[in-house]
C-alpha cells in the first residue's frame, strides 16, 4: 500500500469517526509521512496517542508480544508493515491471556478496536502471518462522546459513533467488535426466536457481493439477525439465526448460546441486530469476516477435469454460482467440474452426502444456464442426488450443489459412461430371466448397461431392460411396486417372455389377480433415455383360501354380537389401515353382511389383548387391477379410542358387504367380540 492510501484515509477521517488503520513502516527507524498523515488525522477527530511507537522487524511466522496498558475507554491499535509484508495480524489479550480483539484481514496491515470496561494490562500480539520485513504499532484512545461498540479492521470500512438502534446503528466492519444489550433498546425481533431483551443495531455496507461470516460469542443467550434496506422493518429481515448449527448431519443440529451466519451478501445496506432469545441480555464479542465471492466467469475458467469413478470434496468454502431447474433452484454453495465425455454415451452422475441435501446439474456452456441439459435432486436414497441419460460426446461442466441454501460439507461425485447401446447384464434376455420369490421386500437391479429386449404398450421402447421369471402354485393376487430408483422404469408383466400379445400389465405399480402358471416381469425404462439402479417390492398372495373364507363366510344380523377368535386362521386379506401392506402378516376372520336399503350402521369391535382392525369390503375377493385394497374397501379402521377397540360408522348403499376382523402388522391375533347394528 503505497501514499495514495494514506491520503484516501486522511480524506475518509476528515469526515469518519476513528478507524483502525493500516499502511507501511519504513525499514530506516523514522515515521513515514504516511504514518505521520494517519496520526494527524487521528488527532484531528480528538483521539490522542498513548504509549509508545513499537517498531520491530519479524521473519514469516514469527510474533513478538507487546506490553499495553489502556484505560476504560475506547481504544484504536494499529499497525503498519513494510515491503515484503503481505500478511500482518494483531490480536489483543486480557491479563487471562484471552483475545478480546483481533483482526481477520490478510493485508500487510492490521487495525483493532476495543472498548475495555475496566482498565488493565493487556498484550497486543503482532504476527508475520505472511512476508517478512518491519513494522510499526501505535495505540489511539479518546475522542468519542459515546463508546462505539464495532470495529473497522480494512482501510474502507469506518467505525462511527452511534448509540445502536435503528436511528443511529454503529457502523459494523470486517474484525472483532464487542458490546453488551444491555445499553441497547427492546424495540425489535427476529423471526427465528422469540425475544423480548434489548438489542444493540449496527450498519454494514457491502460494496460488491460478497460471502459475510458474522458470529456472536456472548455470555447470554444470543439471537443474530440482518436486515436489508429498512432497519425499522421486519418483513426486511434476509437472514436469522438463534443457536449456531453443529453443522453435524443433512439438517444440522442447534445447541450453541452463540449464533451464527455464514451467508453471500448481495450488494447494498445491511442491518445487524444482536439480540438475546426471551429476556436475555449481556456482553458479546461480534466477529466480522468477508470474503469476495468469485463469479461465475472467474469459477468457469479455473474448472478442472472430473476423474472417472468417485470424488470427494467439500463444499466448506464454496459459493453459491449458479441455480438449476431443480432442487428448489439449487440455491445452496456449489462446487464445479469438468465432465469428459469421449463419445455418444449413457452417463451416471450420483452426488452424495451426509451432510447436506445434494442436487447436480450440468451444463454445456459454464457461464449459461440456457444450456443446462441435466439436472436432478432425488436418487436410491436422500442422500443421493442422481442422474441417468444419454450425452454426446464432448465437455460438460458439472455443478455439486444443493437445495440447502446453508449447505456445507463434504460430498461425493459418481461418473460413469457406458456404450450407449449397453453392454448386457445378468437378466438381459428371456433365457437369462432372474428368478423371482414370492415375497421379496426389496429386489435391486440395475439396467445402466442393459440392452433393449421387451417394451410394453404403456412405454419401454428402445430402453434397457431386466427380466424376471415367477411361477405360481395357486391362483394369487401379484404385486410389484417400486421403492426407488434412478430414471424412470415401468413394469411389463408377460405370460410368455417372447410374445408381445401375451401381456397382462404394463406400467409403474403391478397389480393382477392370476392363475397359476409360469410368468415374466420386465423393468423397462420409461423412455430410451431412462436407465439406472432400481429396487422394488414383489409379493403374490395365494388367493385360494380367501376365494374359499368368502364362499363360507357366515352372515351377520341387525343387532347380532359375535364372540371369536383369529388365532389360527390364516392370512387371507389386506386392510388399508392396518399398516404397511408387505409388512402385513396377522390371520383374519370375515362375515357377510346384506343392507336391503341405504343406511347408516355401526360396526364395533373389541379385542382386548391384542390390536385389531376392523374393514368393510365391497367386495370379498380382491378384484383384478384394483390399484390398491381401498379399491376393494367401503371403510376401514385400526383404533377407536385405543388399539383394543375399532369402530365404523358410516352409511351404505343396499347390497352384500363383506366384514373383515384383522390384525395390525404381524402376529397380531387372539380373541374379539364383533357387534353389527343397523341405525335408524
Known sequence: MRVRVGVRLIAMLATCAPLVLACGASRTGELEPRYVAVHNALAALGLAQIGPIQQGSLAEGREVRLPLDLGAQCTTVVALGSTGVRDLDVALLDADDKPVARDTTKEPQATLRTCPEKAGRFTLVVKMAAGSGDFTAATWAGGLATAPAASAATPTALATTGTGTCESPFVLAPGTTTGNTRRGESEHAGTCASSESKELVYKLEVPRRQRVTMEVDPQFDSVLYVRKDDCAESESEVFCND???????????????????????????????VDGYGSEAGSFRLDVTVADVPTLADACRQVRPLARGKTTATLENAFDHAHASCGSDAKGADALHRLDVPARSRVRIVEHSDEFAPAVHL???CSDPRTEVACSDSGMSDEDAAWTGVLDGGS????????DRDARGAY?????????????????????????????????????????????????????DAMYRFELARRSRVTARMNGEEGSHVFVLRRSCSDRASELACGNVVDETLDAGV????????????????????????????????????????????????????????????????AQASPDRVYKIVVPTRQRLRVSLATPSWDGVLAIRKSCIDPPRAQGVRMAEAACNNDHQD?????????LDAGTYYVVVDGHQARNEGPFTLEYKLLK
Open 243 to 273: 443457536d449456531a448449527s453443529s453443522g453435524k448431519g443433512r439438517r444440522g443440529s442447534s445447541s450453541s448460546r452463540g449464533s451464527r451466519i455464514d451467508d453471500v451478501f448481495e450488494e447494498g445496506t445491511y442491518y445487524v441486530f
Open 412 to 464: 461425493t461425485i459418481e461418473t460413469e459412461l457406458e456404450p450407449d447401446s449397453g453392454t448386457g447384464i445378468r437378466g438381459d434376455a428371456c433365457g437369462d430371466a432372474v428368478a423371482l420369490g414370492l415375497s421379496e421386500k426389496s429386489v435391486e437391479g440395475d439396467t445402466f448397461a442393459a440392452r433393449d429386449d421387451v417394451s410394453g404398450k404403456c412405454g419401454g421402447q428402445g430402453a434397457p
Open 643 to 651: 388399539v383394543h377397540h375399532a369402530k365404523i360408522e358410516t352409511t
Open 363 to 365: 451444463r454445456k456452456q
Open 396 to 403: 460438460y461442466v458439472l455443478f455439486a450443489d444443493s437445495s
Open 519 to 582: 410368468y415374466f416381469l420386465a423393468v423397462d425404462g420409461a423412455r430410451p433415455d431412462a436407465f439406472g439402479r432400481y429396487a422394488f417390492a414383489f409379493h403374490a398372495r395365494d388367493t385360494s383360501a380367501q376365494e374359499t373364507a368368502c364362499k363360507t363366510a357366515p352372515s351377520l344380523g341387525d343387532g347380532q354380537i359375535v364372540q371369536g377368535t383369529t388365532a389360527g386362521a390364516g392370512d387371507k386379506f389386506t386392510t388399508s389401515c392396518a399398516g404397511r401392506e408387505d
